[in-house]
DNA sequence: CTGATCTTTGAGCGTTTACTCTAATTTGAA
DNA sequence: TTCAAATTAGAGTAAACGCTCAAAGATCAG
């Protein structure tokens, strides 16, 4: 994994799997398709991962980390902000974001690894929309603005999941009702 | 198919059918699960159904009917009928439930049966939403309700969603909140 | 009871899965 | 140029998959 040919290779993989999880699924990815997709033959694969699930926990990673953008804008950024962002990854990052989709909706399958991981982005991004939510409406109660921001993320979710079934979906007029509702209320 | 011995495996083969979709998805559900669960061997199970496919459609279709309950009342509940009868099946119909959400949303996977019915349902689902929307807010166009509706009903499912990963998760109440916010804006 | 029909048995089919192994080739620092 | 290390090729493994089938057993109308 230290030539420069290993590491081309290792892109063509991850390009492969990226948009094979994001076509088919979790368990819809094989590693043959995978192998034929990347030009390359199980050996090689092999030579530079060590299973299957960890080429798409490669992937899964980029897709979360993709999701919450500017972490160190945490603390000053808006509920406008955070939903404008999560659009924005929706319409500049298909493939990832619908691996991203498809993890946090299937909840990662068998994998604990996956699903452990997906847990804790969850917790986190929770917590990131609760500190907006508490920002803009301060008479709210910490309870109640949480469970308000968890409302909203998973909503977006279920959003952005529909996507998946029907490509020309308007996700980002969808987004942005929701937070309206939300910001009429408080 | 006649005997009254078939009719009981028949539905034996189903309840295994309906927890195992319930608990591990479509792809993680498998023949050999199915069968030992229901205490029966391949060949009975084949006797009874031409393929795996078609249990799993039954109990999907299952599903679907239970989610809209009560069709003749159609044309005067309330949105908040609508989203109570979802809380309602939600809790009452746990593993039923669990199937509808699995299905909805992976996007019934490869089986374009399955798709084509779930398609279908949301379509008549949305209609069903938009028209209480309609009646409850007669100043909203006839696109703003539809479109209103529709991520509503999204929503609903995201957050439905969410029970997959944490049996815990309180439903109703984000149910609930998402209705509030909808209705405060109207 | 008879006998046609339905049901169950359980070994086994062919395919696909993730993954392994050895030998050949390519790479690039020294 | 040398040569150990990295990379590839590609046949091959064992297990799991959905599914089949012939034979044995259960059912029930006449």
Same mark, same amino acid.
């Given at each position: 994994?230290?030539?420069?040919?290993?590491?081309?290779?290792?892109?063509?993989?991850?390009?492969?799997?990226?948009?094979?999880?994001?076509?088919?699924?979790?368990?819809?990815?094989?590693?043959?398709?995978?192998?034929?997709?990347?030009?390359?033959?199980?050996?090689?694969?092999?030579?530079?991962?060590?299973?299957?699930?960890?080429?798409?926990?490669?992937?899964?990673?980029?897709?979360?980390?993709?999701?919450?953008?500017?972490?160190?804008?945490? !603390?000053?950024? /808006?509920?406008?902000? %955070?939903?404008?962002?999560?659009? +924005?990854?929706? &319409?500049?990052?298909? #493939?990832?974001?619908?691996?991203?989709?498809?993890?946090?909706?299937? !909840?990662?399958? /068998?994998?604990?690894? %996956?699903?452990?991981?997906?847990? +804790?982005?969850? &917790?986190?991004?929770? #917590?990131?929309?609760?500190?907006?939510?508490?920002?803009?409406?301060?008479?709210?109660?910490?309870?109640?603005?949480?469970?308000?921001?968890?409302?909203?993320?998973?909503?977006?979710?279920?959003?952005?999941?529909?996507?998946?079934?029907?490509?020309?979906?308007?996700?980002?007029?969808?987004?942005?009702?929701?937070?309206?509702?939300?910001?009429?209320?408080?």
């Amino acid at each position: 994994m230290r030539y420069k040919a290993g590491l081309e290779t290792r892109e063509r993989i991850l390009d492969a799997t990226r948009s094979l999880v994001a076509e088919n699924g979790l368990d819809g990815t094989t590693i043959k398709a995978i192998c034929e997709q990347a030009g390359v033959l199980p050996g090689s694969f092999y030579n530079l991962f060590a299973s299957k699930e960890q080429a798409i926990v490669t992937v899964v990673r980029e897709a979360i980390d993709a999701v919450d953008p500017d972490p160190a804008h945490q !603390g000053t950024d /808006s509920l406008h902000d %955070l939903v404008a962002a999560y659009i +924005r990854f929706l &319409e500049e990052s298909p #493939a990832l974001s619908r691996v991203y989709i498809r993890i946090g909706v299937s !909840g990662a399958g /068998s994998s604990p690894e %996956l699903s452990g991981r997906m847990v +804790r982005h969850h &917790e986190a991004r929770v #917590a990131r929309f609760s500190a907006a939510m508490k920002r803009q409406s301060p008479e709210l109660s910490e309870t109640l603005a949480e469970r308000r921001a968890e409302t909203l993320v998973l909503a977006l979710n279920g959003i952005a999941l529909h996507r998946i079934i029907d490509p020309d979906f308007d996700v980002a007029w969808h987004a942005r009702a929701l937070l309206e509702d939300a910001a009429a209320v408080s």
